[in-house]
């Protein structure tokens, strides 16, 4: 029987663990690095999300594991190179965070343009300095959305109903009813707003760097509910000190969790009022959860019945 374990129960309810079962013994529980290097060799098939950072030592101990079903649509948590040498089958997400995580870049813009966060917090103290928290109107602005898959169409359209003029950069899409720009160049010198929607390459690695902030139209605003690594850390919090922009949102980190209070964008975010940073929750909606989770267990089910056995070595 195949042994199947879910490392981030939380986010797979019953009819999904219902599912797996059906294709074998499911175990499903959050294990720290060291119970899943235990476990991991006893493994036919493993279902995670973004917090389960699968490596190639931790493939390497996978010696019986023949399918790692991601509920997610990026795969840079899993070293794919590795999983395609040692023979196994990777299968991810398409489409199902599209409403959620275009959703959710709309809400981070809003409360960003409008400050929102530090408008509770003065008034949590106790505070009504009004004055304090003009805001900034999304009607007749510009919005760049770099990368126009599911996720930036839909934002695209979102952003049509406030009024906004909407232009994309994707060198692999066309699109009739998005305005489409030649080069980042000509999308950063552009946008009052710049969304991130692009999938992480080597090629979209650190995109958005010191040269891409210095080529930004005049202190906009730079939403990242892509990837981390598609920002250069640095690059970003100069641009926030300087003025160069004039705020961000990052749902997106490189190294996730952050486990570290003392991290350098949670210690900025914590005092300035200029940067939104939260945990990654573009795709937390209980409906993008549950269509997520079913998704994944049916591909897994179905790769579990046409994968060969990998034989464990003596």
Same mark, same amino acid.
């Given at each position: 029987m195949n042994r199947i374990l879910v490392t981030e129960p939380e986010y797979f309810d019953r009819e999904a663990i219902s599912v797996l079962s059906k294709s074998g013994q499911v175990i499903a529980r959050r294990l720290d690095r060291g +119970?899943? @290097?235990r476990i991991i060799p006893k493994i036919? @098939?493993?279902?995670?999300?973004? +917090?389960?950072?699968l490596d190639s030592e931790l493939l390497r101990k996978a010696k019986k594991l023949k399918v790692i079903g991601s509920a997610t649509t990026g795969l840079n948590h899993i070293d794919m190179g590795h999983a395609k040498r040692l023979g196994i089958r990777v299968v991810n997400?398409?489409?199902?965070h599209t409403e959620s995580t275009a959703e959710f870049t709309i809400a981070l813009l809003l409360a960003l343009t409008?400050?929102?966060p530090w408008a509770y917090s003065s008034l949590d103290r106790g505070e009504w300095k009004r004055y304090r928290f003009i805001g900034t109107?999304?009607?007749g602005k510009t919005l760049g959305i770099l990368g126009l898959g599911r996720i930036g169409k839909r934002v695209a359209r979102y952003a049509k @109903?406030?009024?906004m003029e909407v232009i994309a950069y994707d060198p692999y899409v066309s699109s009739r009813s998005v305005k489409m720009v030649n080069s980042l160049g000509a999308l950063l010198g552009r946008s009052d707003v710049i969304t991130i929607h692009a999938m992480l390459t080597e090629e979209t690695r650190e995109m958005i760097s010191g040269k891409e902030f210095r080529l930004m139209k005049r202190r906009p605003f730079l939403i990242n509910t892509a990837r981390g690594d598609i920002v250069d850390q640095d690059a970003l919090l100069a641009a926030l000190r300087s003025g160069r922009i004039r705020? *961000? *949102?990052e749902d997106v980190f490189p190294n996730e969790p952050i486990a570290d209070k003392r991290d350098r964008l949670l210690a900025y975010a914590r005092n300035n009022q200029n940067l939104i940073v939260t945990p990654h929750l573009g795709a937390s909606t209980r409906e993008a959860v549950h269509s997520a989770g079913i998704e994944i267990a049916r591909k897994v089910s179905d790769a579990l019945k046409t994968c060969p056995s990998r034989p464990v070595p003596s």
């Open positions: +119970e899943l @290097a036919d @098939a493993i279902v995670v999300r973004v +917090e389960t950072h997400l398409h489409g199902t409008r400050k929102i109107d999304l009607y @109903a406030f009024g705020g *961000a *949102a």
